[in-house]
């Protein structure tokens, strides 16, 4: 019996979260929580959201390098520094 479930991260690491876990964040609490807690340097309860860098990965590797969980995903969330050699 599985107690926890688990996933490799950008970094190597494991992600570690409770059996059953979801996340359905809102746009509100995407901004207003986690982005807003992350541009403060504020800890984040739960550590969901992955810092990636678009410019070293391929597309098809954001979905294994986001992913939260073993179950199945259809929306993937990270954080991403803009590149200032090609500001948009």
């Not at 490799?8 to 494991?14: I, L, N, P, R, Y």
């Not at 059953?20 to 504020?42: A, C, I, M, Q």
């Amino acid at each position: 019996m599985e107690i926890g479930s688990s996933s490799t991260v950008a970094g190597g690491g494991q992600l570690s979260v409770p059996p059953g876990f979801r996340f359905h964040p809102t746009e509100e609490e995407l901004l207003y929580y986690y982005l807003k807690k992350k541009v403060s340097y504020e800890p984040i309860d739960l550590d969901v959201i992955r810092e990636v860098d678009l410019n070293k990965l391929e597309p098809w590797e954001l979905k294994e390098k986001c992913r939260i969980g073993s179950g199945p995903q259809n929306e993937w969330y990270f954080f991403s520094h803009k590149d200032k050699k090609y500001p948009t």
